[in-house]
């Protein structure tokens, strides 16, 4: 096997290994983001465009050249067998045909590979991308929801205290009311006692001023 051949043999092993790797159940989408979002890799992404660009183009070309050398080999091969050519060179046909072959499937499935791995990537970015967007939603609506039962009993707690505030504003106005209408039966009775009181002295004086009168006239008299 050539050395460009080698090179690409190598690279499927490679893509092979990472996408067994990358499918694997016990490693999270986000600890995959967490790599990808490394020092490291973050200093490679920044030309992974074009990386991926030209090993799209090496292994488009050398997928090219193998269908040539598969259809090369496959038509001297037809021209051999027809011409009943040596044995000899028949084996060194078939030989070569079937490393265009080998060449053609290798080139083929790294070429395959290299965009599926593309995309698998690009999809676990998404959907690590995805999951912390929900996660940090539902801490929100949690909060929120924490937030909405907090001022919901805070709203009660204060109602309650209304409440209570109410009663015993209510209870101390009939107390006030309730001690205000003694006071005021205190208060008519003293008048009562003091407009008998008045009503006696009157009598009392008019009694005393009618005696004086009397006793003027029988004054005047004895005078006489």
């Known amino acids: 096997m050539s050395l460009q051949w080698t090179f690409v043999a190598t690279f499927l092993y490679a893509e092979v290994f990472v996408m067994v790797l990358l499918l694997l159940p016990f490693i999270s989408c986000t600890r995959w983001q967490r790599m990808f979002r490394s020092r490291i890799l973050i200093s490679l992404t920044s030309y992974a465009n074009l990386y991926f660009n030209v090993l799209i183009v090496v292994?488009?070309?050398?997928f090219v050249d193998a269908i040539r050398e598969v259809r090369k080999y496959s038509t001297t091969d037809k021209q051999e067998t027809n011409t009943q050519s040596h044995l000899g060179t028949l084996d060194n046909i078939h030989m070569k045909l079937f490393r265009a072959q080998r060449n053609f499937y290798i080139a083929g499935f790294a070429l395959f590979l290299w965009l599926v791995l593309r995309r698998l990537v690009v999809l676990i970015s998404t959907q690590a991308t995805l999951e912390a967007k929900t996660e940090a939603a539902m801490?929100?609506?949690a909060g929120a929801s924490a937030m909405a039962k907090?001022?919901?009993?805070?709203?009660?707690q204060r109602k309650k205290v209304e409440e209570e505030s109410t009663d015993v504003d209510k209870e101390s106005l009939a107390n006030d009311l309730k001690e205000t209408k003694t006071k005021l039966k205190e208060t008519d009775e003293e008048l009562e006692m003091v407009q008998s009181d008045f009503t006696a002295?009157?009598?009392q004086a008019e009694s005393t001023n009618r005696e004086y009168d009397r006793l003027l006239e029988e004054h005047s008299k004895l005078q006489v």
């Open 139 to 141: 801490r929100q609506a």
């Open 201 to 203: 002295m009157k009598k």
């Open 59 to 62: 292994l488009l070309i050398l």
């Open 150 to 156: 907090k001022l919901m009993e805070e709203g009660e």
